[in-house]
């Protein structure tokens, strides 16, 4: 990802989320995309983003969790994520933990939306494969409960090789630090 970003950002910077290696109070903004859900320690994280902004300043996130408009493919595909604890940075789970650090919501801006084309078989895998990080710490018997039906279901659908037009669409979350927790 820091190759990604190589030529497109001033400066790069590399450093654990829960314990960034940046002066405090030296921002005005953090955005984080696709990232808040991988850092298992929300409170490390925050204090970090907290430490480091100026009072007044915003936290701009990006969820990990779009909104998935309903297909075949789709509607089985995304039966486990609740589940699972899928989508906990959307603006309507996290806005009320992120207020204990002084964050406000300002609102949710839809961004892009998200078109490619899948087949049920190609979902079964990369499910199988682990892909997304609701997975990868799930244990045998969740498996065998809650994914495992859904890997079966995928694969008896009609047509399991032809593709499904699959249509996410994605969010930014405002966040404003005001200071009062
Ligand atoms: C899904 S990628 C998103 C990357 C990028 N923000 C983008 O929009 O394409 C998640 C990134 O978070 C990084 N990451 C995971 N845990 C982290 C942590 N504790 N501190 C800093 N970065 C972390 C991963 O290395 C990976 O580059």
């Not at 859904?150 to 399991?160: G, I, K, S, T, W």
């Amino acid at each position: 990802m820091l190759a990604q970003a190589q030529g497109r950002l001033a400066r790069l910077v590399e450093g654990d989320a829960s314990r960034l290696p940046l002066r405090r109070a030296s921002f005005d903004a953090v955005v984080a995309v696709w990232a808040v859900h991988l850092i298992g320690d929300l409170e490390a994280l925050m204090s970090e983003v907290v430490r480091i902004l100026r009072p007044g300043s915003r936290l701009l996130v990006v969820p990990s969790t779009p909104d998935i408009e309903s297909n075949d493919l789709a509607d089985i595909a995304f039966r486990f994520g609740k589940l699972l604890g899928r989508g906990w940075d959307r603006s309507w789970l996290l806005a009320p933990r992120l207020r204990a650090f002084g964050f406000e919501l300002e609102g949710d801006v839809q961004t892009a939306v998200y078109e490619f084309d899948e087949t049920p078989n190609q979902r079964a895998d990369s499910i199988e494969r682990r892909d997304w990080s609701s997975l990868w710490d799930v244990d045998a018997l969740t498996w065998d409960r809650v994914v495992q039906p859904v890997v079966d279901d995928l694969r008896a659908m009609p047509r399991p090789d032809a593709q499904r037009a699959c249509r996410h669409h994605h969010f930014l979350s405002v966040y404003s630090l005001t200071g009062k927790q």
